[in-house]
């Protein structure tokens, strides 16, 4: 579908809706008709559900050890199998899923709130402060995202605060880089020069023209960091520099599995495909969302 | 051209420097005091100020800083715990990581650019479905995840391939190839589902621009169309894309060569970060930053050399 058929149809709304609320629902119905977007919706609600909820719906608890049960194929009483313990693997990998999405969340909120402000202040007051903020930006561009978390698990130690922490300032660079682009393209619009011909305060035209101008690049942004971020903290995990034994991530889980690839390949496979389903689902989501949200797109 | 390449050669300069002031007061700001952990278990003062001393950690941290760099700068990148050159570490180990990576590339620019080249041809068709989403797939599975699957299967199961280990190339050229072919499938995956889809798309804009038409109008038989006319101009896009990439590479590396047990830089910095061995991990990060930089350095090059509207014109972007 065009965008000039996309306006048609809008503009056949009825016309006591407010046009915010035509534009919400026409991104609504965009969205709603790509099916691999709403699949991720609901594969990331399950898992965002899942974290929450885990005490109530994980069959047993993540430390229970079952000696009598050690390595056990799946079965009636526990549905993925047991580990190298005992302990049920479906449970662990519920529980998995808070270290996950606590990360996650958390550390894209992080990374928000650190490369928002940076980021407007240097696209929008230029000057001096401008250059300063795109070098020592540049600096934390030079280390690749996981190098960059990996060195600041280690300075800071390791668990799994600790590695939110990392992952949520080694992924702040990227995004200061976009809301400084964002916001050097929307200062030069005619509706801001119009507002500081106008006598705007800074104030008024950051709250009230380029941030709001901004919010579906940091939407789109946002999930899609969510998911590095995710894999970031298997990986640290995984790593020993993220959540520690006995609490269970999916990383721990993948790098405990190593010893046992020959005796049960099965606990490999079950944590990482936990990870993947979860990754996948908010790359979707945010792929989803970003053809929703631009008008340009086809289809 | 050349004052372009002079300012990028220069900016990329200051990054390096500035890198190395971050590595520095980074490893300065770990908690405990280096002396210590140098000294092991003794907690002799007599013993612990002759480390301080031997490593220079007696003096103001400005003097350290430029006595680090300029040693640095001739190739001496200190003293590990274990009294070992850090430079000859590293360059025992890069050169492992190194032919990784390049099988890595190999795996992933060759299988991305083929992949993107078809699916932006047969636009819409079922192999344009097929590849679009197995890219998809590719750009969500985490590496160590894939690499444990794919030692499972091959290792495992099937017995076809080791699990683990290197040899270096010199002492058996066939065994090198087979334990790196997982290790570099493992590492090129992302690239390769990156390249597919930028190929794709840059194919796709490619093969509506007017010179296409033109050639096709002239009677140019498809094949050449296809592969010569528009394969061509969507190539300038993949080449940036790769080297951008790079970098996740080495990421990328760190943990392929843990799970394949392969003692290359990557395993280098893990093993560096988990014992606390500063003065490792002080080199071991600078020559990763430094090599980062350079890379980027290198696309800028490439990329001016494929794209004259940047030559002629001096300005990038």
């Known amino acids: 579908m065009s965008y000039v058929e996309l306006e048609a149809e809008a503009a056949l709304a009825p016309l006591t809706v407010s046009p915010r609320a035509r534009r919400r629902r026409l991104v609504a119905r965009r969205f709603l008709r790509r099916p691999l977007a709403v699949g991720g919706l609901v594969v990331a609600s399950v898992f965002v559900l ?103 698990a280690a300075i800071l130690g390791p668990s799994l605060l600790n590695a939110t922490l990392a992952l949520g300032i080694a992924a702040a660079p990227q995004i200061l880089r976009v809301t400084r682009g964002e916001t050097l393209a929307l200062r030069e619009e005619d509706y801001v020069r119009a507002a500081i011909a106008n006598g705007a305060s800074d104030a008024v035209i950051l709250g009230r023209h380029i941030i709001p101008n901004m919010l579906n690049t940091l939407l789109v942004l946002a999930t899609v960091t969510i998911p590095q971020a995710i894999i970031g903290e298997a990986t640290l995990s995984f790593l020993g520099l ?24 099965r606990l490999a496979v079950y944590p990482g495909l936990a990870i993947f389903l979860c990754s996948l689902s908010f790359n979707l989501l945010g792929d989803g969302l970003r053809d929703a949200l631009d008008p340009k797109t086809q289809r | ?237 993949v080449t940036t894309i790769i080297g951008v990439q790079l970098g996740i590479l080495i990421s990328g590396a760190v943990i392929t060569e843990q799970i394949f047990g392969i003692a290359g830089f990557g395993r280098l910095t893990i093993d560096a970060v988990n014992q606390r061995d500063y003065a490792l991990i002080q080199g071991v990060v600078l020559v990763t930053a430094a090599g980062y930089v350079v890379v980027n350095l290198c696309v800028d090059f490439a990329y001016s050399l494929l794209n004259p509207r940047i030559r002629i014109s001096g300005a990038p972007r």
């Open chain 1, 50 to 152: 899942v974290a929450i909820l885990a005490p109530w719906v994980a069959p047993y608890h993540y430390a229970t050890t079952d000696f009598n049960a050690v390595l056990e194929h799946s079965s009636a009483s526990h549905l993925l199998g047991t580990d190298e313990l005992g302990r049920d693997v479906l449970s662990r990998i519920i529980w998995g899923a808070r270290a996950s999405i606590q990360a996650g969340v958390l550390a894209t909120a992080l990374a928000m709130a650190i490369a928002v402000p940076i980021g407007l202040v240097a696209g929008y007051y230029r000057g001096w402060i401008d250059p300063v903020i795109s070098r020592v930006t540049d600096v934390l561009l030079a280390f690749p995202f996981l190098i960059l978390a990996v060195g600041l």
């Open chain 1, 242 to 265: 993220g959540v520690q034994p006995p609490t269970p991530s999916w990383g721990v889980m993948l790098s405990d599995a190593q010893s046992y690839l020959t005796q049960a390949p």
């Open chain 2, 1 to 237: 051209m050349g004052s372009f390449l002079l300012r990028r050669a220069g900016a990329a300069l200051i990054v390096i420097w500035l890198a190395s002031v971050v590595v520095f007061a980074g490893m300065r700001a770990l908690p405990g005091d280096p002396a210590l952990a140098l000294g092991g278990e003794s907690r002799d003062p007599a013993l612990l100020a002759e480390i301080r001393h031997k490593y220079g950690l007696d003096q103001p941290l400005p003097v350290q800083y430029a006595k680090w760099t300029w040693l640095a700068l001739h190739g001496d990148l200190g003293v590990d715990s274990r009294d070992l050159p850090v430079a000859h570490t590293i360059v025992t180990r890069l050169p492992i990581t190194l032919e990784l990576a390049f099988l890595a590339v190999l795996f992933g620019a060759t299988l991305g650019i083929v992949a993107g080249v078809i699916a932006a041809w047969r636009r819409g068709k079922a192999s344009d479905y097929a590849a679009t989403t197995v890219a998809l797939v590719g750009l969500s599975v985490p590496h160590f995840w894939f690499g444990l699957l794919l030692i499972i299967l091959f290792a495992v199961k099937l017995h076809w391939l080791p699990a683990s280990g290197y040899v270096s190339f010199g002492q058996d050229p066939v065994e090198n190839l087979r334990h790196l072919l997982l290790p570099a499938v493992v590492l090129g995956t992302g690239l390769a589902a990156i390249v597919m889809r930028q190929m794709r798309s840059a194919m796709l804009d490619s093969l509506t621009a007017d010179y296409v038409r033109t050639a096709r109008a002239k009677g140019v038989p498809e094949w050449r169309v296809v592969g010569v006319h528009a394969f061509r101009n969507s190539l300038i896009t």
